[in-house]
T-cell receptor
Framework: DAKTTQPTSMDCAEGRAANLPCNHS???????VYWYRQIHSQGPQYIIH???NNETNEMASLIITEDRKSSTLILPHATLRDTAVYYC??????????????FGKGTLLTVNP | DSGVTQTPKHLITATGQRVTLRCSPR?????VYWYQQSLDQGLQFLIQ???????AKGNILERFSAQQFPDLHSELNLSSLELGDSALYFC?????????????FGPGTRLTVT
């Protein structure tokens, strides 16, 4: 799986957009970008994933650069409940033998009132 | 609520003992993954089962074993427990074994070895 690089921590004001960056410069053509988050000691929660097009769902938007070497997760209106560790994970979508998720250290997003 | 259930929520036991953690996947999901989260190692993949068969192994110790039963629930057995085995253990499920489907995680079992 490609390695990802994320900032250790970020702050965001409640009600503002939170933009979480992720670098994955060694991503392969058959690898997706996934985002999960983990609220303190709870099970990780799936947020969104994409291959090369931008994606949006009810939780967030995912912007992937054209060269696919980086991406940004956008929480449009952050709330206090969005305070969590956010993990950017690159995982093979096909042709692999193991579809495990490899978690790095993630970004601790703190939403402030 | 992800639809994945894990029991027990908390487990306290002594070194040298053996415990069993249980996971019920989301309805219809055939694949179960086990992960361990400790303070110093972060979230690490242990093992995956698909429809009763072992599919992939990660950093799982020989003292640990798992299985998936015909009703698709899975158990993770930890034996000869050591202090360092204290961690959160999560299971996750997904519909298939070799696909880009997202994994849905349970609430975890917190194991404390004293």
């Amino acid at each position: 799986d490609a390695k990802t690089t994320q900032p250790t921590s970020m702050d965001c004001a409640e009600g503002r957009a939170a933009n979480l960056p992720c670098n994955h410069s060694t991503i392969s053509g058959n690898e997706y970008v996934y985002w999960y988050r983990q609220i303190h000691s709870q099970g990780p929660q799936y947020i969104i994933h994409g291959l090369k097009n931008n994606e949006t769902n009810e939780m967030a938007s995912l912007i992937i650069t054209e060269d696919r070497k980086s991406s940004t997760l956008i929480l449009p209106h952050a709330t206090l409940r969005d305070t969590a560790v956010y993990y950017c994970i690159v995982r093979v979508a096909w042709g692999g033998s193991n579809y495990k998720l490899t978690f790095g250290k993630g970004t601790l997003l703190t939403v402030n009132p | 609520d992800s639809g994945v259930t894990q029991t027990p929520k908390h487990l306290i036991t002594a070194t040298g003992q053996r415990v069993t953690l249980r996971c019920s996947p989301r309805s219809g999901d055939l694949s179960v993954y086990w992960y361990q989260q400790s303070l110093d190692q972060g979230l690490q993949f242990l093992i995956q089962y698909y429809n009763g068969e072992e599919r992939a192994k990660g950093n799982i110790l020989e003292r640990f074993s798992a299985q998936q039963f015909p009703d698709l629930h899975s158990e993770l057995n930890l034996s000869s427990l050591e202090l360092g085995d204290s961690a959160l253990y999560f299971c996750a499920s997904s519909p298939w074994d070799r696909s880009a489907y997202e994994q849905y995680f349970g609430p975890g079992t917190r194991l404390t070895v004293t």
